[in-house]
Protein backbone atom coordinates (compact mmCIF):
# COMPACT_ATOMS: atom_id res chain seq x y z
CA UNK A 1 0.00 0.00 0.00
CA UNK A 2 2.65 2.47 1.24
CA UNK A 3 4.67 1.33 -2.07
CA UNK A 4 1.94 2.69 -4.14
CA UNK A 5 1.58 5.75 -2.57
CA UNK A 6 5.60 6.55 -2.74
CA UNK A 7 5.04 5.57 -6.69
CA UNK A 8 2.23 7.36 -7.16
CA UNK A 9 3.89 10.59 -5.70
CA UNK A 10 7.07 10.67 -7.68
CA UNK A 11 4.83 9.66 -10.36
CA UNK A 12 3.16 13.59 -10.40
CA UNK A 13 6.31 14.74 -9.40
CA UNK A 14 7.84 13.52 -13.21
CA UNK A 15 4.72 14.33 -14.81
CA UNK A 16 4.82 17.93 -13.59
CA UNK A 17 7.95 18.09 -14.23
CA UNK A 18 7.86 17.24 -17.76
CA UNK A 19 5.07 18.77 -18.25
CA UNK A 20 6.85 22.24 -17.23
CA UNK A 21 9.65 21.26 -19.74
CA UNK A 22 7.42 21.19 -22.30
CA UNK A 23 4.91 24.33 -21.19
CA UNK A 24 6.68 26.52 -19.79
CA UNK A 25 6.56 30.21 -21.52
CA UNK A 26 10.38 31.01 -20.19
CA UNK A 27 13.51 28.64 -20.86
CA UNK A 28 14.86 29.24 -17.89
CA UNK A 29 11.21 28.15 -15.70
CA UNK A 30 11.34 24.90 -18.52
CA UNK A 31 15.44 23.75 -17.01
CA UNK A 32 14.03 23.79 -13.63
CA UNK A 33 11.48 21.51 -14.64
CA UNK A 34 13.98 19.55 -16.42
CA UNK A 35 15.88 18.92 -13.12
CA UNK A 36 12.65 18.41 -10.87
CA UNK A 37 11.76 15.87 -13.53
CA UNK A 38 15.40 13.83 -13.83
CA UNK A 39 15.42 14.09 -9.96
CA UNK A 40 12.18 12.49 -10.20
CA UNK A 41 13.35 9.60 -12.25
CA UNK A 42 16.46 8.89 -9.94
CA UNK A 43 13.68 8.69 -7.05
CA UNK A 44 11.86 5.83 -9.60
CA UNK A 45 14.91 4.35 -9.51
CA UNK A 46 15.68 4.41 -6.07
CA UNK A 47 12.08 2.54 -5.80
CA UNK A 48 13.15 0.06 -8.31
CA UNK A 49 15.93 -1.27 -6.07
CA UNK A 50 18.94 0.34 -8.49
CA UNK A 51 20.86 2.30 -6.33
CA UNK A 52 23.82 2.76 -8.18
CA UNK A 53 21.73 4.70 -11.22
CA UNK A 54 20.03 6.83 -9.15
CA UNK A 55 23.55 8.09 -7.66
CA UNK A 56 24.62 8.40 -11.42
CA UNK A 57 21.47 10.03 -12.49
CA UNK A 58 21.77 12.39 -9.81
CA UNK A 59 25.46 13.43 -10.56
CA UNK A 60 25.32 13.49 -14.10
CA UNK A 61 21.70 14.80 -15.23
CA UNK A 62 20.63 16.93 -12.29
CA UNK A 63 24.14 17.72 -11.64
CA UNK A 64 26.30 18.15 -15.36
CA UNK A 65 23.90 18.14 -18.16
CA UNK A 66 20.97 20.33 -16.18
CA UNK A 67 23.94 22.96 -15.54
CA UNK A 68 24.51 22.61 -19.53
CA UNK A 69 21.04 23.34 -20.39
CA UNK A 70 21.49 26.72 -18.41
CA UNK A 71 24.33 27.70 -19.55
CA UNK A 72 22.88 27.69 -22.82
CA UNK A 73 19.95 29.17 -21.76
CA UNK A 74 21.94 31.77 -20.55
CA UNK A 75 24.73 32.20 -23.42
CA UNK A 76 21.51 32.52 -26.42
CA UNK A 77 18.68 34.73 -26.61
CA UNK A 78 16.55 31.84 -26.34
CA UNK A 79 13.23 33.24 -24.60
CA UNK A 80 13.19 35.72 -27.42
CA UNK A 81 11.29 33.43 -29.51
CA UNK A 82 8.18 32.52 -26.96
CA UNK A 83 5.59 32.44 -30.52
CA UNK A 84 4.55 29.42 -31.59
CA UNK A 85 4.49 28.78 -35.77
CA UNK A 86 1.74 27.70 -37.18
CA UNK A 87 1.80 24.36 -38.72
CA UNK A 88 2.06 22.98 -35.44
CA UNK A 89 -1.40 21.97 -35.07
CA UNK A 90 -0.79 18.20 -35.37
CA UNK A 91 2.21 17.78 -32.87
CA UNK A 92 -0.47 17.38 -29.55
CA UNK A 93 -2.54 14.84 -31.92
CA UNK A 94 0.64 12.79 -33.03
CA UNK A 95 1.98 12.53 -29.26
CA UNK A 96 -1.66 10.88 -28.01
CA UNK A 97 -2.11 8.97 -31.24
CA UNK A 98 1.23 7.11 -30.00
CA UNK A 99 0.43 7.54 -26.34
CA UNK A 100 -2.93 5.47 -27.38
CA UNK A 101 -0.77 2.75 -29.56
CA UNK A 102 1.55 2.11 -26.83
CA UNK A 103 -1.08 2.05 -24.44
CA UNK A 104 -2.91 -0.40 -26.42
CA UNK A 105 0.43 -2.57 -27.15
CA UNK A 106 1.39 -2.73 -23.65
CA UNK A 107 -1.79 -3.50 -22.19
CA UNK A 108 -2.08 -6.76 -24.36
CA UNK A 109 1.68 -7.67 -23.65
CA UNK A 110 2.26 -10.71 -20.76
CA UNK A 111 4.11 -7.61 -18.77
CA UNK A 112 1.33 -8.28 -15.96
CA UNK A 113 2.73 -12.39 -15.97
CA UNK A 114 6.28 -10.98 -14.47
CA UNK A 115 4.38 -10.89 -11.17
CA UNK A 116 6.62 -9.15 -7.96
CA UNK A 117 9.56 -7.19 -7.98
CA UNK A 118 13.00 -9.48 -7.62
CA UNK A 119 14.95 -8.87 -5.04
CA UNK A 120 17.73 -7.71 -6.86
CA UNK A 121 19.43 -4.48 -5.81
CA UNK A 122 21.63 -2.71 -8.27
CA UNK A 123 24.31 -1.46 -5.74
CA UNK A 124 27.68 -0.03 -7.25
CA UNK A 125 29.96 -3.82 -6.36
CA UNK A 126 27.01 -6.20 -7.85
CA UNK A 127 26.67 -3.52 -11.31
CA UNK A 128 30.77 -3.46 -11.30
CA UNK A 129 30.56 -6.76 -11.54
CA UNK A 130 28.20 -7.47 -13.93
CA UNK A 131 30.11 -4.58 -16.62
CA UNK A 132 34.01 -5.96 -15.76
CA UNK A 133 33.48 -9.87 -14.66
CA UNK A 134 31.54 -10.84 -17.26
CA UNK A 135 33.00 -10.32 -20.58
CA UNK A 136 30.08 -8.62 -22.82
CA UNK A 137 29.99 -5.69 -21.30
CA UNK A 138 33.93 -4.46 -21.15
CA UNK A 139 34.35 -3.79 -24.55
CA UNK A 140 30.91 -1.64 -24.98
CA UNK A 141 31.96 0.49 -21.24
CA UNK A 142 35.48 1.41 -23.00
CA UNK A 143 34.07 2.30 -25.88
CA UNK A 144 31.75 4.41 -24.21
CA UNK A 145 34.51 6.27 -22.69
CA UNK A 146 36.04 6.42 -25.90
CA UNK A 147 32.97 7.92 -27.05
CA UNK A 148 32.88 10.21 -24.29
CA UNK A 149 36.49 11.67 -25.66
CA UNK A 150 35.20 12.05 -28.66
CA UNK A 151 32.25 13.93 -27.43
CA UNK A 152 34.31 16.53 -25.32
CA UNK A 153 36.76 17.36 -28.32
CA UNK A 154 34.10 17.72 -30.52
CA UNK A 155 32.03 19.73 -28.57
CA UNK A 156 35.30 21.96 -27.62
CA UNK A 157 35.78 22.39 -31.56
CA UNK A 158 32.54 23.41 -31.95
CA UNK A 159 31.90 25.70 -29.75
CA UNK A 160 34.98 27.54 -29.04
CA UNK A 161 35.68 31.02 -31.34
CA UNK A 162 36.94 30.97 -34.00
CA UNK A 163 40.30 32.33 -34.33
CA UNK A 164 40.36 35.29 -36.92
CA UNK A 165 44.22 35.55 -39.10
CA UNK B 1 -2.54 -3.49 -4.80
CA UNK B 2 0.99 -3.66 -5.02
CA UNK B 3 3.14 -1.70 -7.81
CA UNK B 4 3.65 -4.09 -10.57
CA UNK B 5 5.93 -3.19 -13.61
CA UNK B 6 3.20 -2.42 -15.75
CA UNK B 7 2.63 0.94 -13.49
CA UNK B 8 6.40 1.79 -14.42
CA UNK B 9 6.16 0.95 -18.36
CA UNK B 10 2.94 3.37 -18.12
CA UNK B 11 5.13 5.88 -16.58
CA UNK B 12 8.06 5.50 -18.59
CA UNK B 13 4.92 5.82 -21.96
CA UNK B 14 3.48 9.24 -20.40
CA UNK B 15 6.95 10.39 -20.11
CA UNK B 16 7.92 9.69 -23.79
CA UNK B 17 4.80 11.20 -25.47
CA UNK B 18 5.18 14.38 -23.14
CA UNK B 19 9.22 14.60 -24.87
CA UNK B 20 7.43 13.81 -27.87
CA UNK B 21 5.02 16.47 -27.96
CA UNK B 22 7.60 18.65 -26.80
CA UNK B 23 9.98 17.61 -29.43
CA UNK B 24 7.15 17.87 -32.19
CA UNK B 25 5.50 21.55 -30.98
CA UNK B 26 9.02 23.22 -30.44
CA UNK B 27 11.07 25.06 -32.67
CA UNK B 28 13.36 26.47 -29.58
CA UNK B 29 16.11 24.10 -29.81
CA UNK B 30 16.68 24.50 -26.63
CA UNK B 31 13.69 23.19 -25.46
CA UNK B 32 13.66 20.20 -28.40
CA UNK B 33 16.85 18.88 -26.98
CA UNK B 34 15.39 19.10 -23.30
CA UNK B 35 12.14 17.09 -25.03
CA UNK B 36 15.10 14.27 -25.88
CA UNK B 37 16.12 13.81 -22.74
CA UNK B 38 12.95 13.25 -21.66
CA UNK B 39 12.51 10.49 -24.03
CA UNK B 40 15.78 9.25 -23.03
CA UNK B 41 14.41 9.07 -19.19
CA UNK B 42 11.57 6.97 -19.95
CA UNK B 43 13.37 5.02 -21.84
CA UNK B 44 15.68 4.23 -19.15
CA UNK B 45 12.79 4.07 -16.69
CA UNK B 46 11.63 0.92 -19.00
CA UNK B 47 14.95 -0.61 -18.96
CA UNK B 48 15.41 -0.30 -15.21
CA UNK B 49 11.56 -1.37 -14.05
CA UNK B 50 12.46 -4.60 -16.58
CA UNK B 51 15.85 -5.58 -15.19
CA UNK B 52 14.04 -5.04 -11.18
CA UNK B 53 10.93 -7.26 -12.36
CA UNK B 54 13.22 -9.80 -14.19
CA UNK B 55 15.71 -10.09 -11.62
CA UNK B 56 19.15 -9.58 -13.24
CA UNK B 57 21.21 -6.22 -13.67
CA UNK B 58 21.63 -6.36 -17.60
CA UNK B 59 19.24 -3.76 -17.98
CA UNK B 60 20.75 -1.49 -15.41
CA UNK B 61 24.08 -2.15 -16.98
CA UNK B 62 22.40 -0.71 -20.51
CA UNK B 63 20.47 2.17 -18.55
CA UNK B 64 24.10 2.96 -17.38
CA UNK B 65 25.61 3.46 -20.66
CA UNK B 66 22.78 5.19 -22.07
CA UNK B 67 23.17 7.85 -19.49
CA UNK B 68 26.60 7.75 -20.71
CA UNK B 69 25.26 8.29 -23.89
CA UNK B 70 22.88 11.21 -23.66
CA UNK B 71 25.45 13.12 -21.51
CA UNK B 72 27.51 12.99 -24.59
CA UNK B 73 24.75 14.03 -26.82
CA UNK B 74 23.28 16.83 -25.26
CA UNK B 75 26.93 17.95 -24.59
CA UNK B 76 27.75 18.21 -28.52
CA UNK B 77 24.15 19.47 -28.91
CA UNK B 78 24.52 22.45 -26.83
CA UNK B 79 27.82 23.23 -28.36
CA UNK B 80 26.53 22.57 -32.22
CA UNK B 81 23.50 24.94 -30.60
CA UNK B 82 25.93 27.69 -29.65
CA UNK B 83 27.46 27.74 -33.15
CA UNK B 84 24.94 28.00 -34.80
CA UNK B 85 23.27 31.15 -32.14
CA UNK B 86 26.94 32.55 -32.86
CA UNK B 87 26.24 32.63 -36.91
CA UNK B 88 22.36 33.55 -37.13
CA UNK B 89 21.63 35.16 -33.57
CA UNK B 90 18.86 32.99 -32.83
CA UNK B 91 18.28 29.73 -32.00
CA UNK B 92 14.77 29.05 -33.32
CA UNK B 93 15.24 26.28 -35.48
CA UNK B 94 12.54 27.38 -38.20
CA UNK B 95 14.66 30.97 -39.31
CA UNK B 96 17.70 28.69 -39.78
CA UNK B 97 17.27 27.76 -43.15
CA UNK B 98 20.69 27.57 -44.48
CA UNK B 99 23.35 25.09 -44.23
CA UNK B 100 25.99 27.03 -45.59
CA UNK B 101 27.70 30.24 -43.95
Not at chain 1, 9 to 27: C, K, L, P, T
Not at chain 1, 35 to 44: E, K, M, Q, R
Not at chain 2, 45 to 58: D, T
Not at chain 2, 61 to 70: L, M, N, S, V, Y
Given at each position: ?12 V ?8 V ?6 H ?7 A ?19 Q ?36 S??V ?36 L ?16 A ?14 | ?26 R?A ?20 F??Y ?15 I ?21 V ?10
Amino acid sequence: MIDSLVFLVISAVVIAGAVVVVMAERIFHAVLGLALALLGVAAVFVTLGAEFLAVIQVLVYAGGVVVLFLFATMLTKSDLQLRRPRGDELAPVSAVVFAIVALFYVASSGFAELGERGSVVGTVKNVGELIYDLNIYVLPFELVGLLLLAAMVGAIFLARKEVVK
Amino acid sequence: MSVTVFHYVFLGMLLFSIGAYGLLSSRNAVRMLMSIELMLNAANINLVAFSSYLGNLHGQAFAAFTIAIAAAEAGVGLAILLALYRNFRTVNLREIKELRW
